[in-house]
């Protein structure tokens, strides 16, 4: 599985942002996605996840400004930011998590989009 992750740039505080990522293969809709964001200097985080049912989960901390989607018949997922501020600069990644089969529990990586919230 590979996956592609898109749509970042730069946006000013207050701004919103919508980023995509593609998965290849035939089984996208199987399995969880995951978005995640890693600041400079800081470990990497969850921002939002979405079951194969389509139940979603967010930290608190980021609930209400975040919201995860996906689209099973373009194999992509979408994670749309609003209200961003400046604290939500970083490299932004999709995770798909295998949920069946031998593979459950697998996790693959996207390379990566950068988003920077200027003040």
């Known amino acids: 599985v590979q996956l592609q992750a898109s749509g970042g740039g730069m946006v000013p505080a207050g701004g919103s942002l919508t980023l995509s990522c593609v998965a290849s293969?035939?089984?996208?809709?199987?399995?969880?996605i995951m978005w995640y964001r890693q600041a400079p200097g800081k470990q990497r985080e969850l921002v939002a996840g979405m079951t194969s049912e389509g139940s979603v989960n967010y930290p608190n901390s980021l609930k209400g400004r975040f919201t995860v989607s996906r689209d099973n018949g373009k194999n992509t997922a979408y994670l749309h930011g609003n209200r961003l501020e400046p604290l939500d600069t970083g490299v932004y990644y999709c995770?798909?998590?295998?949920?069946?089969?031998?593979?459950?529990?697998?996790?693959?990586w996207g390379k990566g989009t950068q988003v920077t919230v200027s003040s």
């Open positions: 995770n798909l998590v295998e949920l069946g089969g031998k593979n459950y529990g697998l996790q693959h």
């Open positions: 293969g035939n089984f996208f809709k199987e399995n969880a």
